[in-house]
T-cell receptor
Framework: GQSLEQPSEVTAVEGAIVQINCTYQ??????LSWYQQHDGGAPTFLSY??LDGLEETGRFSSFLSRSDSYGYLLLQELQMKDSASYFC???????????WGAGTKLIIKP | ETGVTQTPRHLVMGMTNKKSLKCEQH?????MYWYKQSAKKPLELMFV???????ENNSVPSRFSPECPNSSHLFLHLHTLQPEDSALYLC????????????FGPGTRLTVT
């Protein structure tokens, strides 16, 4: 079957760095995406990795290792507004669909 | 203006009711999607429309009926739902079906009583 595994909840302190891991097992793979969703809000696109390595966008970075079927989202200089759920999703090229993880709730403490 | 809008934001309906969810995108995209989001579960893709033509129906019960009258509007018609259908229903759009970046609306919180 197809599955993405990510921790259900992560807690961190304001100003710190946190890493949210995602491992995947899918029949097809073209790239790994990350989305952010605040409570009551819409999921919003954060990043996409099709090749191995680290992609940096401001305070957020995303990493992919295709050989390990693994990726992570790295959030630096955490701010209270980063409290949200973060979803990893595999983009399947076979049928142009996103296969989603169950999400990681990030709790930030002052 | 918000890229993808959904109405209503909240809906409570009985199992014998008929209701419709509406989605509108102002981004000029050609693909639109319906997802179901339940607590602590992955988003479930329900339907995909590309250029107003349904291209995916992921084994969704017939009590859910989508309609895409044009590339900017998407509806989800609901009838004789079950309590387990209570969830957040999200609409999304993308430039085309092969685009991995999707733009979501805020969702309709549906409660079936």
């Amino acid at each position: 079957g197809q599955s993405l595994e990510q921790p259900s909840e992560v807690t961190a302190v304001e100003g710190a760095i946190v890493q949210i891991n995602c491992t995947y097992q899918t029949s097809g793979f073209y790239g790994l995406s990350w989305y952010q969703q605040h409570d009551g809000g819409a999921p919003t696109f954060l990043s996409y990795n099709a090749l191995d390595g680290l992609e940096e966008t401001g305070r957020f970075s995303s990493f992919l290792s295709r050989s390990d079927s693994y990726g992570y989202l790295l959030l630096q200089e955490l701010q209270m507004k980063d409290s949200a759920s973060y979803f990893c999703a595999v983009w399947e090229d076979s049928n142009y669909q996103l296969i989603w993880g169950a999400g990681t709730k990030l709790i930030i403490k002052p | 203006e918000t890229g993808v809008t959904q109405t209503p934001r909240h809906l409570v309906m009985g199992m014998t009711n008929k209701k419709s969810l509406k989605c509108e995108q102002h981004l000029g995209h050609n693909a639109m999607y319906w997802y179901k989001q339940s607590a602590k579960k992955p988003l479930e893709l329900m339907f995909v429309y590309s250029l107003e033509e349904r291209v995916e129906n992921n084994s969704v019960p017939s009590r859910f009926s989508p309609e895409c009258p044009n590339s900017s509007h998407l509806f989800l018609h609901l009838h004789t739902l079950q309590p387990e259908d209570s969830a957040l229903y999200l609409c999304a759009s993308s430039p085309d079906r092969s685009s991995y970046e999707q733009y979501f609306g805020p969702g309709t919180r549906l409660t079936v009583t």
